[in-house]
């Protein structure tokens, strides 16, 4: 069965950094990719990044785009969140999940969280002075 466990959140001032991991089980490459997603108080839950189990191919959502840093390690079944200058709307619940399309052609395919089928617990991330 598929299990994933986030950890590595914490609080941080502005521009520090934090390293998310996903800690996964069960998973193949049918399912296609794993994501990070995120959820503030009041806001939707909206896509942070991805990567594709099959080639390796990440996306990201334009705030996130030359700070964060989504990669995976398969030797540990393990995706990573590199997440630096870091700032206060960046402060939300992550959470990782297995699944996403099987098509990434489409823009933005990526971040329908519909798509994924199995998710994590969540990690907190809070970003204050």
């Known amino acids: 069965q598929v299990q994933l466990v986030e950890s590595g959140g914490g609080s941080v001032q502005p521009g520090g950094s934090l390293r998310l991991s996903c800690a996964a089980s069960g998973i193949t490459l049918g399912h296609n990719a794993i994501g990070w997603f995120r959820q503030a108080p009041g806001k939707e839950r909206e896509g942070v990044a991805c990567?594709?189990?099959?080639?390796?191919?990440?996306y990201y959502a334009d705030s996130v785009k030359g700070r964060f840093t989504i990669s995976r390690d398969n030797a540990k079944n393990t995706v990573y969140l590199q997440m630096n200058s870091l700032n206060p709307e960046d402060t939300a619940l992550y959470y990782c999940?297995?699944?996403?399309?099987?098509?990434?052609?489409?823009?933005?395919?990526?971040?329908?969280?519909?798509?994924?089928?199995?998710w994590g617990q969540g990690t907190q991330v809070t970003v204050s002075s």
């Open positions: 990567i594709r189990l099959r080639n390796g191919r990440t």
């Open positions: 999940a297995a699944g996403g399309p099987s098509d990434f052609a489409l823009p933005s395919r990526w971040s329908v969280k519909s798509d994924y089928g199995y």
